[in-house]
């Protein structure tokens, strides 16, 4: 079965510092999809990246970016200069290609921006 | 370009009432999911369906829960008699594939007295 850990339960930085979560995601399954989510206080849920496995390709938008390693199973996000609206909780989730499309979720990562 | 629609946003039900969650995907996509987020455990897959298919309900409590997603018109979750644990947002994601990206609606907030 799949899995989606995220260590990391809060984190908490000052505006403009750089800030890294991590993801580290368990599966079989040889072709499968990443995806980041941002749920800012408001509550809806923001898609940010997705990544194929075949695809180890860094990602770079705007402050964001994104490490993918396939060697540690990991899928980190770092935001550059943070900034106050940044405060969300940021889940890292999974597809696998062998199930039905099922999203499995990390249980989150709340990030607070302090002024 | 609409997003997902969810509605309504904000539900209270008694004890023993029955709550109708709706979902209207984005256009062009035929692919619905259903999650329940639950303080303290995160996001849970619920059910995915397609238009008049349910294609993966393994998430799905037995009993009292149901999902549709008819031909025409807006998918929809159904909790018959609530009891307290049903309290949770429940969120709505479209694709218009399987294994695509999936867009998420702002939720509906379930709250059972």
């Known amino acids: 079965a799949q899995k989606v850990t995220q260590a990391q339960t809060e984190i908490s930085v000052v505006e403009k510092e750089d800030v890294t979560l991590d993801c580290v995601y368990e599966t079989r399954d040889t072709t499968y999809y990443l995806f980041w989510y941002k749920q800012p206080p408001s509550g809806e849920l923001v898609f940010l990246i997705r990544?194929?496995?075949?695809?180890?390709q860094n990602e770079i938008s705007g402050r964001y970016s994104w490490n993918f390693q396939k060697s540690t199973s990991s899928f980190n996000f770092t935001i550059t200069a943070s900034q106050v609206v940044d405060s969300a909780v940021y889940f890292c989730a999974l597809i696998i290609a062998g199930a039905n499309s099922k999203l499995t979720f990390g249980k989150g990562i709340t990030l607070s921006v302090r002024p | 370009n609409a997003g997902v629609m969810q509605n309504p946003r904000h539900l209270v039900r008694r004890r023993g009432q029955e709550a109708r969650l709706r979902c209207s995907p984005m256009?062009?996509?035929?692919?619905v999911y259903w999650y329940r987020q639950l303080p303290e455990e995160g996001l849970k897959f619920m059910v995915y369906?397609?238009?008049?298919?349910?294609?993966?309900e393994s998430g799905m409590p037995k009993e009292r829960f149901s999902a549709e997603f008819p031909k025409e018109g807006p998918s929809i979750l159904r909790i018959q008699q609530v009891v307290r644990g049903d309290s949770a947002a429940y969120f709505c994601?479209?694709?218009?594939?399987?294994?695509?990206?999936?867009?998420f609606g702002p939720g509906t907030r379930l709250l059972v007295l």
């Open positions: 990544r194929n496995s075949f695809d180890e």
């Open positions: 256009k062009g996509h035929s692919h």
């Open positions: 994601a479209s694709s218009p594939r399987g294994r695509e990206t999936q867009y």
């Open positions: 369906l397609q238009k008049e298919n349910i294609i993966d």
